[in-house]
């Protein structure tokens, strides 16, 4: 890191209600096309503090691809229908529910000095409400013993661990909920 | 332009399409007045004005438990955010480029036949990290209301005119320099239902990719001066006064073009890159295929 003086970040604010007609696009929650080779459905629901879902949260993910590589592509706006870029965007539908075509995310190798995380997806929430953005992270949950080492899983009582780790539907494809508030809150993650 | 693709529930932000009117609405007791949210705006300024006295540190960000916002209140986490260390994926961001966004897209006012309505305005400024590096080749999105305050998405309800030579989105890829440029039309202000008689100074979301996705924010700029500052429960989110100046743009008459438009500069700041960096990324040419 250099020391030259910080600058101040410029602060968040709400998506607000009309992200509707501006942030979707055309495949936006397509990282591959439905039923190409190896994929699989990511999808969840988003509740708020009194348990009822919300029909207004937008949600990014941001994943490496099958082998644990950081992509580096462009083409997310405009897919080509092969090129994987692993970024997507999902928008919940009126009961709360978001679905992604993506893959299941390959172990990436470790930062130097750490152990290796166990493989999981990135994520943004934006929502109507929710006055700055969360992130959090969905671990696959195949591997109990990369989890078991997983640094940030492993700093956190079990009841809190859980909430990160997807569950592994009958067709292969990973279900995981976002609690904003209340029993079972996510873990919402701060780099700073 | 992208099609609605998310038909959403009436929301309790979006006026419903009654009278043109709200004179006449019945002075239900249960109806919040502006001046009950102004007495708790107030006294949450207040409490954190005498923490800084006491040697707080500044805030920065908007408070997630922010209740004058009504929509917060059962949508903030309550259990602080967790710290962690950014790993892997984290530390990169998507690559976008100029097969993703058209160059024509960071203008507003020629997406459709004739000329939108309005005052027509030049923004533009640099997208920097915390320690000052441009942040080059990346995605700036934006929308808007339109001159009278009016969305197009369908939910809002707003008795003002829709104008048929204005949809509100613009899109464009940050230059080696970090630099964004928006022709657009000044939105206007526009009615919500937190409370009676809410209303929303002008504003243009931005959303913005860094070089890193811990660095994603989605936030709205501000046009100077605006009298509703005050009173919107959005924008005092942020607690801090020299937080919330950094949301508001400067009138710049350097930008001003001649019998044209007038100009704004808004420069925004990420948080600080954790990433160790490599020389060719701080010039800027990563995310953009030559493909194109």
Known sequence: MS????????????????????LPFEKDNELLAPGSPGSIRLQGTVYDGAGQAIP?????????????????????LVRDGYTFTGWGRGAVGNSGVYTFTTVNPGPTKPVPGKAAAAPFISVAIFARGLTNRLFTR????????????????????????????????????LTFDIRLQGEGETVFLDFQ | MPEETNAQLESDESVPPAEPKAAHLPLDKAIETQADLSAEISSIGEAYRRALKDGAQPETQPRLDYPPYRSSILRHPTKS???????????????????????????????????????????????????????????????????SGRYIHKRDQHPAPIDPNFTGIGRCITGPDGSYRFTTIKPGAYPWKNHLNAWRPAHIHFSLFGTEFTQRIITQMYFPGDQLFPLDPIYQTIVDQDARDRLVASYDHSLTEPEWALGYNWDIVLTGAK??????????????????
Request: aromatic share 6%.
């Open chain 1, 3 to 22: 020391n030259s003086t910080k600058l101040v970040p410029t602060p968040g604010q709400t998506v607000g209600p009309f992200y509707g007609y501006a």
């Open chain 2, 81 to 147: 955010l967790h710290h962690t260390d950014p790993e892997t994926i984290e530390l990169y961001s998507p690559a976008f480029g100029h097969q993703d966004v058209h160059a024509l897209e960071s203008d507003l006012t020629i997406q459709h036949n004739g000329e939108p309505q309005g005052e027509r305005i030049i923004v533009a400024g640099r997208v920097l990290d915390g320690d000052g590096r441009p942040v080059a080749g990346q995605l700036v999105e934006i929308w808007q209301a339109n001159a």
């Open chain 2, 275 to 292: 990433r160790t960096w490599t020389e060719n990324e701080a010039y800027g040419d990563a995310g953009d295929d030559d493909n194109e």
């Open chain 1, 138 to 173: 969905i671990y696959l949950p195949d591997n109990e013993e990369a989890l078991a080492n997983d640094p940030l899983l492993s700093s956190l009582d079990p009841e809190r661990r859980k909430t990160l780790i997807a569950r592994r539907d009958a067709d292969g494809g």
């Open chain 1, 56 to 76: 207004d949260a937008i949600l990014e993910i941001w994943q490496p691809d099958a082998d644990g590589n950081v992509v580096q592509r462009t083409g997310s």
